[in-house]
């Protein structure tokens, strides 16, 4: 038998082994890149929903800072592509909550990062781009260059045109576009059964999505990157070049 917080696994151990003991030092903020292990099963992704918030609120809690500032990287791309199967793995379901808890903590951002993984190597060599978009990140939200774009496209709101389905995105400062130039990629629509087909889609002015619906098709949401690895995804900022963030979508009736 060992002795409790001994294995970096129990509770809490990692946190008294490596955050406390410097907990009372002044920090500008903090950046978090994990969630891996997270998104081994399904239970575990949709818990990450309530430990994400609860990780934070601990921390700040630590350093008595209440607003402390947060950046957390989404999971990046891994495993091999999967064409056949538009929506699949747990990893879009980490992203989901990772993206979500921006929106109910305050000071906290979320950058994505889809565009750089390995599909080859949990821990994708790419720390240079990933850096680059936390330090946008930290300059708009902490060091006063509020104009310097970071969050890459959003979805704002979801709507039914005719047959099809219009998605309006929260555009910082450029245009929705494709970051290869290509038609859009890695669109799919989804029936109440869970089935899910790939969608074509085209970009309606500066910020809208256009979705085609194919006759005699009813689908239930719609979603965009939602793979582990979505390689196909290509929405992007034109100014910026950052990437769109994954997204499900309801569709309204």
């Known amino acids: 038998d060992r002795a409790p917080g001994t294995s970096p696994s129990d509770p809490a ?9 410097f907990a009372g030092y002044g920090v500008a903020g903090a950046i978090w890149y994990q969630g891996e292990n997270n998104a081994a099963s399904q239970p575990r992704a949709d818990e990450y929903r309530a430990l994400l918030p609860l990780l934070v609120r601990s921390w700040r809690t630590a350093f008595n800072r209440a ?12 495993r091999q592509y999967t064409p056949d199967a538009p929506c699949s793995g747990i990893w879009p379901t980490l992203r989901a909550a990772q993206l979500g808890t921006e929106q ?7 950058v994505t990062t889809i565009d750089v993984g390995d599909a080859n190597d949990i821990h994708p060599r790419d720390k240079r781009t ?6 946008r990140w930290a300059m708009a939200t902490s060091y006063g260059k509020p104009q310097t774009p970071w969050r890459g496209p959003r979805v704002k709101s979801v709507a039914r045109s005719g047959s099809a389905v219009d998605i309006e995105f929260d555009v910082e400062g450029g245009r929705l576009g494709t970051r290869d130039g290509k ?8 029936d109440a059964d869970g089935k899910a087909t790939w969608a074509a889609a085209e970009v309606l002015g500066s ?7 194919p006759a005699g098709t009813k689908p239930a949401f719609v979603r965009y990157a939602w793979q582990d690895n979505p390689a196909n995804a290509n929405l992007a900022d034109t100014a910026s070049g950052l990437p769109a963030h ?8």
């Open 13 to 21: 151990a990692m946190f008294h082994g490596m955050i406390a003991p």
């Open 246 to 253: 994954p997204f499900e979508a309801k569709v309204p009736e």
């Open 104 to 110: 109910v903590v305050p000071n906290l951002g979320t």
């Open 130 to 135: 990933v850096g680059q978009r936390l330090a």
């Open 67 to 78: 607003d402390m500032p947060f950046g957390v990287v989404s999971l990046a791309a891994f």
């Open 207 to 213: 910020n809208r999505l256009h979705v085609a619906v």
């Open 183 to 190: 038609p859009v990629g890695g669109i799919a629509l989804v």
